[in-house]
Antibody, heavy 116, light 112 residues
Framework: QVQLVESGGGLVKPGGSLRLSCVGSGFTFRDSYMNWIRQAPGKGLEWLSY?????????YYAESVKGRFTVSRDNAKNSLYLQMNSLTAEDTAVYYCARDGSLTSWGQGTLVTVSS | DVVMTQSPLSLPVTLGQPASISCNSS???????????LNWFQQRPGQSPRRLIY???NRDSGVPDRFSGSGSGTDFTLKISRVEAEDVGVYFC??????????FGQGTKLEI
């Protein structure tokens, strides 16, 4: 069955960087466009970024992360990435990857905590 | 951006009784291809979200038929015909018609 597994979360200081990964299985990863969504503690869901299928030529970002976060993919490794720079306390959240435009399947999430 | 507004934000229910959650969008979610890209998600305590309903009224595989979605344009509803204990959690609506960005409702916490 479809499985998405995120990793790379942890504690980082304000202004620091982190790279999240998401490995997909049970579906044709290269044919799927992918998204990152986050959920701050006790809060709702916020879509962050999208990357198109195949070579990932098209990417989109939420205004809150544009210029700081970069999404990429490596189809050979069935992997999706989110490079996060200039982190602030407001970026503290559980980060999920999700498959396609209807967010058909989600990973279990990885917690990012930004604190000094 | 399309604003999604859910009500109520908290929904106390009794086991076996029906429940209904409303979701309104700030603009019509009818796309030029004739589809309406409004989805519903369930997030049980301590779990990641799971899609329940896509394109207004289509249940995902494995979703019990006590869950149903309806609506059009800017007004949508998720109904549970008879609430069971496993239905406790937070329910989110999400629009995928006018993107980027995809936008979510605030969430409705269903509790017994």
């Amino acid at each position: 069955q479809v499985q998405l597994v995120e990793s790379g979360g942890g504690l980082v200081k304000p202004g620091g960087s982190l790279r999240l990964s998401c490995v997909g299985s049970g579906f044709t990863f290269r044919d799927s466009y992918m998204n990152w969504i986050r959920q701050a503690p006790g809060k709702g869901l916020e879509w962050l970024s999208y990357i198109s299928s195949g070579s990932g030529s098209f990417t989109y970002y939420a205004e809150s992360v544009k210029g700081r976060f970069t999404v990429s993919r490596d189809n050979a490794k069935n992997s999706l990435y989110l490079q996060m720079n200039s982190l602030t306390a407001e970026d503290t959240a559980v980060y999920y990857c999700a498959r396609d435009g209807s967010l058909t399947s989600w990973g279990q999430g990885t917690l990012v905590t930004v604190s000094s | 951006d399309v604003v999604m507004t859910q009500s109520p934000l908290s929904l106390p229910v009794t086991l076996g009784q029906p429940a209904s959650i409303s979701c309104n969008s700030s603009q019509s979610l009818l796309y030029s291809d004739g589809n309406t890209y409004l989805n519903w998600f369930q997030q049980r305590p301590g779990q990641s979200p799971r899609r329940l309903i896509y394109k207004v009224s289509n249940r995902d595989s494995g979703v019990p038929d006590r869950f149903s979605g309806s609506g059009s344009g800017t007004d949508f509803t998720l109904k549970i015909s008879r609430v069971e204990a496993e239905d406790v959690g937070v329910y989110f609506c999400m629009q995928a018609t006018h993107w980027p960005p995809f936008t979510f409702g605030q969430g409705t916490k269903l509790e017994i």
